[in-house]
């Protein structure tokens, strides 16, 4: 290797020096001075030329008695050499014409390639080979100075045209190769054409020669403010071919000559200012190592080997295509998972849908059951409850707890509401039973008066009734059942069935009011009405066929409840009406204006009776004696109970009147109510809703604690109701009529009927509405449910054949009030009677 070797560095500048050639003959004075190695002044001070810098300082500068010897060692070898490490090299001179160019040239050259020879002497060791070419450009003309063909050469890109390369021989191991070339370039004279003053030839060859000085100091200023814009070495033939020394991979050494005569002073101060202008310029020389054949084969051999390895590795990877079967495996395992769970997603749902469905429809057969259970039961309708319409609450309690029974009502008045609850389908009843509470009561009854066998039926709406009334009323046959005491069960009130003194047995009274009914004609005998509720409902059904067979009606009735979906449907739809109607009738009585009932009644005149209307058939119990008692005070035949029943009656019934009058148009209060006042720590409940109330509110009515009155009496009471005499008595036209139907009978049975008879016939509109008065005056005093009340309107408009049940209800009235005021001496605290009103 080259010992110099700093100059291996790269982006290094390109060296520029100064040589002042030395005067000749006709060179008088030299105005420069080189002052120390890189610097060179002007010493001619004239004032034209002050402008002009005066000190000039390069790499560095030779006066003009300096040798070529040193000028080559300083600012040549170093370059020149640099081809033996592989790197390019140029070298220049560059100055006027005569500025000793060629001089210097000459001696560069000589000094490198002795230099050059003289290393590849000493190393041995390193194969070199050497390539030495000179030309020429002359006019942009290309010519081998080594040839005898004076063609030009034909410019191309191969540096090996021009290049001098040697080889350095590293041995057979480091076979690498070092190509390198030195230039050694003369320029023309670097004078301006002008300057030339040459015409022809003359003025063609420096032009040529000026645009290969100009383009080499374009791309020389270029290159000197860097390299990011265009350099224009194809501008000429001498850029192009010292392109690479130009700013390239090379390293450059320019040596500028100049005539030291002050003749040329602008020459010399052009020249310096290329000099300036070249020594910014960098250059980028590298090495250019070019492997050898041997060397390119091993290389290849050694990446041979490493892919040869790569290929094992590769073909090494069973753990990897285990790895992507397993991840393939997992991913299998994941979508099974998934599919399952979405499976198991999907039975859930559908077990949960099941599920509810199931919950719905026992659901819906509890409701089923219930009020299958509700219909079925010979319980229904013996609900007792208590009503306070003043405070619409939403609760709904029996009035009076009913005690020694089975299923014992603790008053509680928990579920009732429920209980009490209209669903639109089938009305639910109040458990416990109260028709055991009135057994006991019964007991009592029996005991104490020793008869009782009359029946008040009562207005219902349900179907089941009528059938459980008809269950009952069969089963009350059989004196199995019904041996020795009344029963509400059958939702029948026995009111009097006495017959010669005896007391009539249930069974006798039913036999008897069949028998009646199978002949009776409504019309012809209203004051000894014996209807069963079957042939009642049947007879207002089918228009007043009163001959009709009552068992072939039971079987009707009991053929009728089989077909349940058909009675179901008609059951809602009727209380759908009902409650419609009752509503209506509620607001008008509300407000206070009773008379509208019967126009709300008349109005709702699609309502047809219902089937299951129970007419009451009795008597009064106690109504001859006891009104002959009150008539003729000199009968002694009454006890002081019994007077003071008839006391209390008045009183109460005056109370009651006075009640009304005072709250009627505000409340429909129960709790003046026989139940009310018997139970005394019953508490009061309310329903908000008066079709719940309504229905919930069906109770039976209790026996009659006063048999004894009718011991004497007739089996039969007939109906003597004149209202003719009403209002011109001081007493009220409710107390009139219980006065009336209290008045025994003196005359013969069939002359008092054929004269009532006659009677109704000629004056039953008015008589119709004045029982229709007394009738409502009676509600409210006995407190009766307005669905009873509804039910009567709609099904008694002013028909003749509607006296019978109005004479019915009248005495049914009359009883209860009679009653009420009986409950109330007596004091029957633990009586399960609700409100005798409620029916
Ligand atoms: N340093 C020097 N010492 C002595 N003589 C010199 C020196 N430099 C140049 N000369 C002489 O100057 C003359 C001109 O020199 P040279 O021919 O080298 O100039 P040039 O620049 O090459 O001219 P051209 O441009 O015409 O080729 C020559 O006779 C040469 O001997």
Request: proline residues 4%.
């Amino acid at each position: 290797m080259i010992e110099d070797s700093e100059f291996q560095e790269p982006g290094e500048k390109i060296f520029v020096s100064v040589r002042i050639r030395p005067l000749n003959d006709k060179e008088r004075k030299s105005d420069w001075e080189c002052i120390n190695n890189d610097t060179i002044i002007f010493k001619n001070s004239l004032p034209e030329r002050s402008m002009f810098p005066a000190a000039y300082t390069f790499d560095r500068v030779y006066d003009c008695d300096c040798p070529t010897k040193q000028v080559y060692d300083e600012g040549a070898k170093h370059i020149a050499l640099s081809v033996l490490n592989g790197i390019n090299s140029s070298i220049f001179a560059y100055g006027q014409t005569s500025s000793g160019k060629t001089y210097t040239m000459r001696g560069i050259t000589e000094y490198a390639v002795a230099d050059i020879y003289d290393y590849i002497e000493k190393h041995k060791e390193r194969e070199f080979v050497v390539k030495f070419s000179a030309m020429e450009i002359y006019n942009e003309a290309v010519r081998d100075l080594l040839s005898l063909d004076s063609t030009p050469l034909r410019l191309l890109d191969d540096p090996e045209t021009i290049e001098s390369s040697a080889r350095e021989y590293a041995g057979a191991e480091n076979s690498s190769i070092l190509s390198a070339s030195v230039n050694f370039v003369d320029l023309a004279g670097s004078e301006r054409a002008s300057q030339t003053l040459s015409a022809g030839t003359r003025l063609k060859e420096g032009c040529h020669i000026n645009r290969s000085l100009l383009t080499l100091g374009t791309v020389i200023r270029k290159l000197s403010k860097g390299r990011n814009s265009h350099v224009p070495y194809r501008d000429s033939k001498l850029t192009r071919i010292l392109q690479n020394a130009l700013g390239g991979n090379a390293r450059t050494a320019i040596i500028c000559t100049m005539s030291p005569d002050r003749s040329h002073v602008e020459q010399s101060r052009n020249t310096l200012s290329f000099a300036s202008c070249a020594k910014e310029v960098t250059t980028n020389a590298q090495v250019n190592l070019v492997m050898s054949d041997k060397a390119l084969v091993k290389q290849l051999q050694r990446e041979l080997a490493k892919l040869e390895n790569e290929m094992k590795s590769l073909g090494s990877a069973p753990v990897k295509r285990d790895t992507a079967s397993l991840l393939r495996e997992k991913e299998l395992l994941i979508e099974q998972m998934a599919k399952e769970i979405e499976e198991l997603t999907r039975q859930r749902d559908l077990a949960q849908s099941r599920v509810e469905n199931l919950l719905l429809s026992v659901r819906e057969v509890q409701m089923l059951k219930s009020g299958e259970y509700s219909s079925n039961s010979s319980e229904v309708t013996n609900v007792p409850c208590t009503v306070d319409y003043s405070n619409h609450k939403d609760i709904v309690t029996p009035s009076v707890p009913i005690a020694n029974n089975n299923n014992q009502y603790d008053g509680h008045p928990e579920n009732s509401e429920e209980e009490c609850h209209l669903d639109g389908i089938t009305t639910k009843f109040v458990e416990p039973d109260p028709s055991k509470g009135w057994d006991k009561v019964a007991q009592k009854i029996d005991e104490k008066f020793e008869d009782n066998c009359k029946e008040v039926r009562c207005i219902e709406f349900e179907d089941s009734s009528i059938e459980m009334n008809e269950k009952e009323k069969v089963a009350s046959l059989n004196p199995e059942n019904n041996e020795g005491k009344p029963t509400v069960e059958t939702n029948e009130l026995w009111i009097d069935h006495v017959e010669d003194g005896k007391p009539a047995t249930k069974e006798a009274v039913i036999k008897e009011i069949e028998a009646d009914n199978l002949s009776a004609d409504p019309e012809e005998e209203q004051g000894k009405v014996s209807l069963t509720e079957t042939e009642l409902s049947i007879e207002k059904q089918e228009g007043d066929d009163l001959s009709s067979n009552p068992k072939e009606n039971v079987e009707d009735l009991r053929s009728s409840h089989v077909n349940k979906d058909e009675t179901c449907e008609a059951l809602k739809q009727k209380v759908q009406e009902l409650q419609k109607t009752i509503k209506f009738l509620v607001r008008y009585h509300i407000m206070g204006d009773s008379p509208s009932l019967l126009d709300a009644a008349s109005s709702a005149s699609s309502i047809s009776r219902s089937r299951s209307c129970k007419a009451i058939v009795t008597t009064m119990p106690s109504s001859p004696r006891f009104e002959k008692s009150q008539q003729n005070e000199t009968v002694p035949t009454f006890t002081e109970a019994e007077k003071d029943f008839i006391e209390r009656a008045k009183t109460l019934s005056q109370k009651l009147s006075n009640s009304k009058d005072d709250n009627r148009n505000a409340k429909m209060s129960r709790c003046n109510s026989q139940a009310s006042i018997t139970s005394g720590s019953t508490e009061e409940q309310s329903v908000k809703d008066v079709d719940v109330e309504e229905t919930c509110s069906e109770v039976n009515f209790p026996p009659r604690p006063w048999k004894s009155f009718a011991s004497g009496s007739k089996r039969r009471t007939s109906f003597s109701i004149d209202f003719s005499e009403g209002g011109s008595d001081t007493k009220t036209c409710q107390e009139k009529q219980i006065d009336k139907n209290l008045v025994p009978e003196t005359k013969t049975e069939n002359s008092q009927e054929t004269n009532h008879s006659t009677k109704l016939h000629s004056s039953w509109p008015e008589e119709f509405e004045n029982l229709q008065r007394t009738i409502i005056e009676l509600w409210d005093k006995c407190n009766v449910p307005l669905i009873h009340r509804t039910y009567f309107i709609l099904l008694f408009k002013g028909d003749p054949s509607d006296s019978v049940y109005m004479e019915v209800e009248l005495r049914r009235l009359s009883f209860l009030k009679n009653s009420m005021s009986s409950l109330g001496r007596n004091g029957w605290k633990d009586s399960p009677i609700d409100t005798a009103a409620s029916r």
